[in-house]
DNA sequence: GGACCTCTTTTGTGATCACAGAATACTCGC
DNA sequence: GCGAGTATTCTGTGATCACAAAAGAGGTCC
């Protein structure tokens, strides 16, 4: 409706959780803010890594089109790369939503993440230096804070933040790209649940690793992100949900 | 160029690999014949999957629009998804390509092979009927059929068919997207290497994770795809790669 | 008063057009 | 003969239009 030729300035946050310092290296950058459907698809994913999009929630083409301000033509892109990704579901002539959560399917999500992140995060030991430990320790205070105060939201950025400030510090494109897809699809479903129950359940298994990066003892690493993950995702599927 | 009115006939194959008699269950079929630009999705995959589109090929969205007989806009959406998967690379102006095959990115896609699809394959062990296992025998026996005779296409078809039967055996539908996702990033290489030094330095790992199915030995299993991947992958690994 | 049918609205999908930038081909000057 | 600069072609990107199908709302009939 009355926008002609090219509005340009899109209300788009940066692309990223917030308060990373420096962009982890690799990384697809480059220069993606003057595409407009790549930077509605970073805007997308990262309202999906922190549960901005619950599930269940209709998308449209249109009605997100003129939210951002800009035609269908780059939504529709981006939400085709996210259909791809399995954050989103385009069911034919339907219409789009982020699907819903069954047990197998939490099951599936959770055995990944055990096979893929425990590794990444002991590979990417070695690469994490004083910087990045840093960065670590603060978006962990700051993950520690949202949960005494019950900020679901602030939990999750921090959450995201903390993980991928050490699988970025290995600069495996592919690997942590393997890992996205799996936070692009249960980050809407986490946030419903904490939602529904809180943050105070929560135990912060972060400190551990924070511990064995610091003495530099891998595996104690790979063993503290496994029970960082378990104990998260095994909250949330003893709770959240029902007998599929 | 004088195309109106949807073409409708596009003269797309099969989804999957040929000859596959039952396509695994889970597995994004649905109703897909009908949407135009998912059926693109799924022959470019194919043709990724089995090497026929090389890395450094220029893909362009007209000619292969063209090509297909259908207009640019499916044919843009099938490559969105392929982007994300990581496929492909669409550099903002520029040429849509394959990306070249780095050291690095080989080391990260084998560790991230060998991270998930032994899992796979064990997981899946006992989802494995006797018709699958018939299915296996047979794809087995072409694929030895096609190293024989140098028959890269035919090898890269039937080794594609062989792992994905079993890993589809399991209905896990986000760990065979990861799966995929690395086959579509290798594929193409392999291909070229194949093609550069013939098939006749291929072992075939597949009669051993052949027996230990028919006995139940799932660690055997998991040690025979393991072996497979990195004989196969290693063998490229030395051959193909110039020093980064 | 409730179930069924119909009409309207909204949706994703595909096609076509327009534009800016990159890559290639071509030409001119040295 | 060759290199540099220019012009043309081709590219992806974004916008707009058109259409069929699905969903929702409304009314009608029993």
Not at 1 to 9: D, L
Not at 161 to 188: D, V
Request: hydrophobic share 45%.
């Amino acid at each position: 409706m009355t926008m002609k030729t090219h509005p340009s300035a899109v209300a788009l946050e940066e692309t990223e959780a917030p308060d990373l310092p420096a962009r982890a290296l690799d990384d697809s950058s480059e220069s993606e803010g003057e595409i407009l459907h790549a930077s509605i698809y970073q805007e997308l994913r990262r309202r999906l890594f922190t549960g901005k999009i619950t599930p269940g929630l209709g998308l449209s083409t249109r009605v997100l089109a003129t939210e951002l301000g800009v035609s269908q033509m780059p939504v529709r892109d981006a939400l085709s790369r996210l259909a791809a990704d399995g954050a989103i579901e385009i069911r034919s002539k339907r219409r789009i939503q982020v699907p819903a959560m069954t047990a197998a399917r939490f099951d599936d999500l959770l055995q990944c993440r055990l096979l893929l992140e425990p590794q990444a995060a002991r590979m990417a030991m070695p690469f994490i230096d004083s910087a990045r430990l840093e960065t670590l320790k603060k978006v962990d205070a700051q993950m520690d804070a949202a949960i005494q105060s019950g900020d679901v939201h602030g939990y999750m950025e921090n959450n995201f933040a903390f993980h991928f400030t050490m699988y970025r510090a290995l600069g495996r494109r592919t690997m942590n790209q393997l890992i996205e897809t799996l936070w692009l699809q249960f980050g809407p479903y986490m946030r419903v649940v904490y939602g529904r129950f809180g943050t105070s359940n929560l135990v912060d298994q972060h400190a551990v690793a924070l511990r064995a990066i610091e003495t530099g003892d891998g595996e104690a690493l790979e063993r503290a992100i496994a029970s960082d993950i378990a104990d998260g995702m095994g909250l949330i599927g003893r709770n959240g949900l029902e007998p599929a």
